[in-house]
Each structure stands twice: as structure tokens, then as C-alpha cells.
């Protein structure tokens, strides 16, 4: 269905726009708005089709509609019209936006977002703030922020225990690692934030999401980017997505601070950090500064989730870990929560300096990054569950797996979660692990995480068939026909080069 729009102005004249339902293209052209008696005396539509986009004409005649009111007439696929009044206001510098929902962390950045989107698409602007155990501080005084900015409401979501179901979970079961270290603390969160989004500008009205990600870059923001829009693209194509660092004039701190002052918005007053910090319940991620130059060893005080291993007590700690399918459901015996289970392993392991990682990594956008890591319980969970499987999967089965680990974290690193082969590879991943049950036990020491056991009643390890006693499965004397059969291509091969 074409939908047109005729917003009224001061003036003689006002603005008819249709918008197309399949590409959202807009048309607009003037039409004579008389000051007289009756809302709309006549207002006929035509409809044509030009390279797929409708285009209309209509004559208006009779009525007040100059000043601040808009009309909406929605033509129908019967050809019938339907007129309703909207007083969302006039288009913005850019254009027009009914609403738009803002991805808001309180900090400078998103605080001037909102009133340039007001400016500049004439929008009511929602901010929304998602709870992925990020820490408690970061959501204090966020709603106060958010109004004052200008925003008429905010929306805060817990979406921990989501988060690390549905998105650390699958991964984990994976064995997704991301060039040989990186365990996607970041690269999960992305989607879990960017689909609740979503799921608010449906439940708000709104037409369009925004976010303060930058394009461009070495750094975590042009991949973030991506990562956001490509959920958007994936969930809601129909949204128009905002990223006001790809079109506003402000180039760096100083400029939105000002922009900040023009338009009346409290400057967020924190302590600008030396480090770019990125913090979830799965990790820390530290960036920027000496860790720029990668011959520089971490500060020591840098670190924030985990102790030094050199610190760490001197006497081990022994835990175990139970899993059932493929995904830890208990610590020490204890059945928890997939969110309380990765809580409670961030402070132990953290307390025996498990997790850090330092690496030079390669960014989607192709440029190589340094950056160091705090993933605590991540690291304890990763050990366990690979352990486990090496009781429950034969070889082949772990040799394909790996390979497609490789795959699959490399999709999620690239923002593309709701991928259908992404998708795909968890239903693999699911039914091959689904006999992935049992305990593992683990020694937890100064930094290191070390097996100390592991049992399952879907083990393919047999003892009997094992041991280097007799057995009635396995006969020894079996192998000399095995190893015949097994190097004939080589003894083949050396036949010829000695011309036998």
C-alpha cells in the first residue's frame, strides 16, 4: 500500500510526499493549500509506476491546513483513501523520523545523539540501555541522563541470563575461538543488544534505530558497526538505522562537547579513561594507549577482573564443572543458571589470575589490532567442555568439528549471528554434542587451568579395550595386518624408488 504524506507549512503551499512500501522512496511536489472553508473539498490520486516506485498527483483545494498540523492520506490497494491528522511536527534538518530508538550508554557521545536526532529528523527519540553485566555503576543515573538529553523515555533490559543462554552458550558448545585466543566476548554481545533493539522499536512504534558506533578507524567501533547494523538488517529490514557519526560535522571530543553546550545538555562529567574498555559478564576487553605499541608488556594496574597470576594464592583450587549436551548446568554439584554458573567462575577464576589474554588481532575491516583480554570463567568453561568431549566424540567427529569452529567463530566475530549458515552449523553443533554429558574436574593455580579428571556415561573410552592386558575385543597380534594394509602406499612408493 503507497502511503502519502502532506505536511502543511506557513506559507500558500504545502508538501505531498508518497512513500513506497516496497523501497521506502518518497516523492514530493507543491500543492496549492487556499485558506477557506472545509478540510479538503477534493483530493484526487493517480497512481503510475516509474522504475517500480508510485508516484501521485493531487489537487487540494478549500481548507486551513497551514500552520503546524500534517495530514496523512494512506491510499489503499481499492483505491480508497483514508485522511488522519499527525502532529508529530515538522521534518528535521535531514529529514523525518516518527521515532527512533538509540542504543544510550549515558556517556558524551549518545548524550548528544539525542538532541541531533531531534534536530535533525524532528524525531521523539527512546534510549534504550541493555544489562549484559556490564556492572551495576554503569546504569546508575542513566534515566536522569537520558531526559535531561532530551529523550522522552528510557528503556533498560536485563538481558544477562539471555545473553549468555542463547549467545555464550551456543559459541562455547562451538569451541568457537576467534584466531587462535579470542574468545568473542564483545562480538557476542553485539547481537543479544542489537535484537532487543529491535524488539523495543516494535513494541514502541518506532521507526528507526540509531547508534554512536563509529565507521571508521583501527578500532573496536567500525567493527561494532557492523555488527549492529547486520542484526538490524537481519531482524527488521524495514527499519531505517541512524549512525549519526557517518553524517554529523562533529570530528572529536571537543566538538560534541560544544555541540553539548549549544543545545543545553549536561556534559556527562567522568574520568576520561587512558584505556577503550568494553565489559560484559563473559569479558573485559582493554585497548588504546602503550597497549597500541605491541613490544609494550601491560601495566600491571591495567587489569580489572582477574588478579596477577604472580599474586594469586599459593595453594591450588579444585572445582568441577558438570555438563549435560555439550553446555556446564552445575559448579561443585550445584545446579545454576546459566548467567549465576559464568558469575560465580569470573570470581574464582579471577581470584587465581586465570584468563588474561594479550593479542594482535585482525579486524573485519582488515587492519591488525592489539588488545588484551580478561575472560576468567569464559576460560574455565572453554577447558572443561573440550575436555569432556574428548571422552564423548571420536576423531572424525572432533576433526570436522574443529573445522567448522574455525568457520563459525569467524562469522560471529563478522556481525553475522543471524546468518542462515551460522544458524545452520548450531543445529549441527547441537546434535553432535547432545551425548556431551558428564563432569569435569579442574585445578585452577596461579594462571593456569589444568584437567585433573573427567567422566561421562556416554564415554567411548573403554578400559578393557584399552588397557594393555589381553582383551577379548582387541588382539594385538590383529595390528600386524592393519599396519601392512595401512603403509602399503608408502612401501609402494619407496618399491619404485629403489626400482623393485
Not at 193 to 205: F, P, Q, R, T, Y
Not at 243 to 255: F, K, L, N, S, V
Request: glycine share 8%; hydrophobic share 35%; proline share 4%.
Amino acid at each position: 500500500m503507497a502511503e502519502i504524506s502532506v505536511t502543511s507549512f506557513p506559507s500558500s503551499s504545502s508538501a505531498l510526499a508518497l512513500r513506497s512500501p516496497r523501497n521506502g522512496t518518497i516523492r514530493s511536489q507543491n500543492v496549492a493549500c487556499q485558506r477557506t472553508t472545509s478540510l479538503f473539498q477534493e483530493l484526487s490520486l493517480k497512481r503510475s509506476q516509474l522504475s517500480g516506485n508510485a508516484i501521485a498527483t493531487a489537487h487540494v483545494s478549500g481548507t486551513r491546513v497551514c500552520k503546524s498540523q500534517a495530514i496523512r492520506a494512506v491510499l489503499s490497494g481499492d483505491g480508497q483513501t483514508v485522511v488522519s491528522a499527525d502532529s508529530k511536527g515538522e521534518a528535521g534538518l535531514r529529514g523525518k523520523l516518527k521515532k527512533v530508538v538509540l542504543a544510550y550508554s549515558g556517556g558524551l557521545d549518545t548524550s548528544v545523539i539525542v538532541p541531533w536526532l531531534k534536530e535533525n529528523y524532528g524525531c521523539e527519540v527512546v534510549c534504550f540501555t541493555a544489562d549484559v553485566g556490564q556492572g551495576i555503576k554503569e546504569l546508575e543515573g542513566l534515566e536522569q541522563k537520558a531526559k535531561a538529553s532530551g529523550a522522552s523515555q528510557l528503556v533498560v533490559k536485563d538481558l544477562t541470563e539471555e545473553f549468555v543462554k542463547d549467545y555464550i552458550f551456543p559459541c562455547l558448545r562451538a569451541g568457537a575461538i576467534y584466531e587462535r585466543k579470542y574468545l568473542l566476548g564483545t562480538s557476542m554481545a553485539r547481537p543479544v543488544i542489537a535484537k532487543a533493539m529491535v524488539d523495543v522499536a516494535a513494541e514502541v512504534g518506532a521507526d528507526a534505530v540509531a547508534h554512536g558506533c563509529t565507521g571508521k578507524g583501527n578500532d573496536q567501533a567500525s567493527t561494532w558497526t557492523v555488527r549492529f547494523e547486520l542484526t538490524f538488517f537481519s531482524l527488521n529490514p524495514e527499519l531505517k538505522v541512524v549512525a549519526p557519526w557517518r553524517e554529523w560535522e562533529i570530528q572529536g571530543r571537543e566538538d560534541a562537547i560544544e555541540y553539548a553546550k549549544k543545545h543545553n545538555v549536561p556534559v556527562p562529567v567522568t574520568k576520561k579513561s587512558i584505556y577503550s574498555r568494553d565489559r560484559n559478564l563473559w569479558h573485559l576487553s582493554h585497548e588504546g594507549d602503550i597497549l597500541e605499541d605491541p613490544a609494550n608488556e601491560p601495566k600491571k594496574d591495567m587489569y580489572m577482573m582477574s588478579v596477577d597470576p604472580e599474586d594469586a594464592p599459593d595453594q591450588p583450587e579444585y572445582i568441577e564443572i558438570g555438563i549435560e549436551s555439550g553446555l556446564p548446568v552445575a559448579l561443585n554439584g550445584k545446579d545454576l543458571s546459566p548467567a549465576s554458573l559464568l558469575s560465580e567462575l569470573n570470581t574464582i577464576g579471577g581470584k587465581h589470575g586465570i584468563g588474561r589474554i594479550d593479542m594482535v588481532e585482525n579486524r573485519l575491516v582488515g587492519m591488525k589490532s592489539r588488545g588484551v583480554y580478561e575472560t576468567p570463567g569464559g576460560t574455565i568453561l572453554f577447558a572443561a567442555v573440550q575436555e569432556l568431549e574428548s571422552l564423548t566424540l571420536d576423531r572424525e567427529s572432533i576433526q570436522v568439528k574443529d573445522s567448522l569452529a574455525l568457520k563459525y567463530a569467524e562469522m560471529v566475530y563478522a556481525g553475522r549471528w543471524f546468518d542462515p549458515l551460522k544458524e545452520s552449523m548450531d543445529a549441527f553443533m547441537e546434535k553432535l554434542t547432545e551425548k556431551t554429558t558428564g563432569s569435569v574436574t579442574l585445578k585452577l593455580y596461579k594462571g593456569s587451568v589444568s584437567v585433573t579428571g573427567r567422566k561421562s556415561p556416554n564415554s567411548l573410552y573403554r578400559q578393557d579395550i584399552s588397557s594393555f592386558e589381553g582383551s577379548e575385543i582387541y588382539n594385538q597380534a590383529d595390528a600386524a595386518g592393519f599396519i601392512r594394509l595401512y603403509g602399503l602406499p608408502m612401501r609402494v612408493r619407496a618399491m619404485l624408488e629403489k626400482g623393485i
